[in-house]
């Protein structure tokens, strides 16, 4: 069974703090993803990453970074917290075969005071 | 025009009711679909992949209409446990495979 981890369930920082969200995978996924989930807004893709050191910016990359240094592991960064990036985040990965699902992490709601 | 698009409701479905949810997509080159549900404050989970010739597990049934572009999914006889907002997901080709989720059908089974 796919497992994704993120490492935190809940988090509070304030505005202008860097934070790092960390994403690991177990499967050998070639492709991650980070997207951020909004009430009435869905899910919406902030960045993409198809294999290790690769990454393309999604529909809503502005105040955010990313790294993938390892296969497994797919961080994203927010340079400068600001309060409307409290959101809950989710990580996903797949395998780049056509046709492969995503596979979720449980999430890490953040939120930026 | 959404790329993906769902009712998002609420569909209020009485226990044992049987309930169908539509998903229209813009892109004719999508290659792979799936619906995915989503319990209030959790991630979402895999429900099923839409194959061409249509597929069922269990109560669940999908379809997939290439010619009009649109997805479905049927449930029948539901249970509370059903309750939950239902996602339509739609993947291209090549080599990103761009991802594009709909906002979501929520669904809720009352006793």
């Known amino acids: 069974d796919v497992k994704v981890t993120q490492s935190s369930r809940y988090l509070v920082k304030r505005t202008g703090e860097k934070v790092f969200l960390e994403c690991v995978q177990d499967m050998d996924h070639e492709n991650m993803f980070w997207y951020r989930q909004d009430p009435g807004l869905g899910l919406r893709l902030i960045y993409f990453s198809y294999d290790v050191k690769m990454k393309e910016k999604g529909d809503i990359p502005e105040g955010y970074s990313v790294s993938r240094e390892k296969k497994e592991r797919f961080s994203l960064i927010l340079e400068s917290a600001s309060t409307n990036q409290t959101s809950m985040y989710l990580c996903?990965?797949?395998?780049?075969?056509?046709?492969?699902?995503?596979?979720f992490g449980n999430g890490t709601r953040l939120t930026v005071t | 025009r959404k790329e993906v698009e769902q009712d998002p409701g609420p569909f209020n479905v009485p226990e044992g009711a049987t309930v169908a949810f539509n998903c229209t997509y813009s892109n004719s080159a999508s290659q792979s679909f799936f619906w995915y549900r989503q319990d209030c404050r959790k991630e979402p989970k895999l429900l099923m992949s839409v194959y061409s010739s249509g597929n069922e597990d269990g109560r669940f049934t999908a379809q997939l209409n290439r010619a009009s572009q649109y997805i479905s999914l049927l449930i029948r006889d539901s249970k509370l446990s059903d309750s939950a907002t239902y996602l339509c997901?739609?993947?291209?080709?090549?080599?990103?495979?761009?991802?594009?989720f709909g906002i979501g059908t929520k669904l809720q089974v009352i006793p």
């Open positions: 997901v739609v993947r291209g080709s090549g080599g990103y495979q761009k991802v594009t």
């Open positions: 996903a990965s797949s395998l780049s075969t056509g046709g492969s699902p995503l596979h």
